[in-house]
């Protein structure tokens, strides 16, 4: 008998441990990975940036994962509405959670909950299409915004801003966001950083990228580049940071109409208005003994959005051990307990790049592997009479490709590039003729 393992969550992580599993298995292996949405490929879909085709180009090679004998994707089935750790317990050899770091971390400061202060994974959602967050959530209506973090999401949120319509026309954004960016009033976008640049989180490649920018001024305060690093003591990836970051200080602008302020060595302290966002106030901050302390000097920005991007989280599963200390499901080499396994940022935290998940999956698939040998299988249930049961119809992976077909004729129909996004759940289902 082969053995039979479900995998909770369709993104990188859990796309990986389903190849980790048919490659590694010593013998004849079913995986069935389970996904909320009617989509797979998690963040590669809903968090890579529009314009960053050649890392959304990962899509292709998950797509031959799913594609391998044994694996079935079942999609539009929801982990603790539609089945439960006990139920898959009762189907399956072993259960592998991949759910990911699905929500921002909050800033834990006043005025955080007013309207118009966001969680950038929350405009990152509107901008790539997902299906939970409408096509008309955001309204681009104020002059300034700001940017809190200086990771490489932020960098896609302000290079997103920063960009024309017609820069992203050929991209999959959803024709509503498409045309919410093209009435866009932002003139100005302030990026902001509680430390240096020397300790920013962006890759090199992002950061240029944001000098590139046709459409928005690059602006560094001179007072806060730092002149006085010595280069030479510096990792290589962070001494290139430095040296754009340096060259962007020096130069003037150039009268673009948008203005991207790139801010260092200043954090939020509060967020101001009446009712909804209306200015931000932030503290100059220096370093004393490695941590950052403020200066008791303040600064006030007159914005009406604050997209806040100081890190993702995972949330917990119904029945599944959380720790709230790392946000993370506690584990030994991906071990949770009996025949329950993690992997990717639920495991770890969010770390690391997308390939970081692939060896991160096969440790999972490791010791999964190493725990099952030998053993006799214990499933008593069949996984598609207890979805049927359940009033359950999984979107299948061929109905995925239909979903798929629907996009890339919405783009012909539309004169835009390969593919746009459908606007929500109720357009994707009604590509394979389910109601909404």
């Not at 001179?222 to 001494?239: F, G, K, M, T």
């Not at 599963?317 to 071990?335: D, K, Q």
């Amino acid at each position: 008998m082969s053995l039979r393992v479900v995998i909770v969550g369709s993104g990188p992580a859990g796309i990986y441990t389903a190849e980790a599993l048919a490659r590694q298995a010593p013998g004849p292996v079913e995986v069935d990975v389970l996904e909320r949405l009617p989509t797979p490929y998690g963040l590669v879909r809903y968090g890579v940036a529009p314009d960053h085709t050649s890392i959304k180009s990962i899509a292709g090679y998950l797509r031959r994962v799913l594609e391998l004998p044994g694996v079935r994707f079942l999609g539009g089935v929801e982990f603790g509405r539609d089945v439960t750790t006990e139920d898959l317990l009762a189907c399956y050899d072993a259960v592998v959670y991949c759910t990911g770091a699905m929500v921002d971390r909050r800033m834990g400061i006043p005025g955080e909950d007013l309207p118009g202060s966001v969680a950038a994974t929350d405009f990152v959602n509107w901008y790539c299409g997902h299906p939970d967050m409408p096509g008309d959530r955001f309204v681009l209506d104020s002059p300034e915004i700001a940017v809190i973090g200086v990771g490489n999401v932020a960098v896609d949120v302000v290079r997103v801003l920063a960009k024309t319509a017609e820069e992203l026309r050929a991209t999959d954004v959803p024709e509503e966001v498409l045309a919410r960016l093209a009435s866009s009033q932002v003139k100005a976008i302030h990026m902001i950083g509680r430390r240096g640049p020397e300790h920013a989180k962006f890759t090199l490649k992002e950061l240029r990228e944001l000098g590139e920018l046709a459409n928005a001024d690059v602006c560094v305060r001179p007072d806060e580049a730092p002149v006085s690093v010595d280069l030479a003591d510096l990792p290589r990836q962070v001494r290139g940071n430095v040296e754009v970051i340096r060259a962007w200080a020096a130069r003037p602008p150039e009268g673009r109409p948008r203005r991207l302020d790139v801010r260092f060595w200043m954090r939020p302290v509060e967020i101001l208005g009446d009712g909804r966002v209306e200015a931000l106030r932030l503290e100059r901050t220096r370093l004393e003994g490695g941590r950052v302390v403020g200066t008791g000097e303040f600064e006030t920005l007159p914005v009406g959005m604050v997209l806040r991007s100081v890190g993702y989280q995972s949330v917990p599963l119904p029945g599944v051990p959380f720790s709230e200390a790392t946000m993370t499901v506690p584990n030994e080499a991906g071990r949770v307990r009996g025949r329950e396994y993690v992997a990717g940022w639920l495991k770890r935290g969010p770390t690391g790049v997308i390939g970081t998940n692939k060896s991160d999956a096969a440790e999972t698939v490791r010791t999964l592997l190493a725990d099952l040998a030998g053993r006799e299988p214990v499933r008593r249930a069949e996984p598609d009479a207890l979805l049927a049961e359940r009033g359950v119809s999984p979107v299948t992976y061929r109905q995925w490709l239909d979903i798929e077909a629907a996009e890339a004729a919405l783009a012909r129909s539309l004169d835009r590039g390969e593919r746009v996004k459908l606007p929500g759940l109720a357009a994707m289902l009604g590509a394979l003729g389910r109601p909404g």
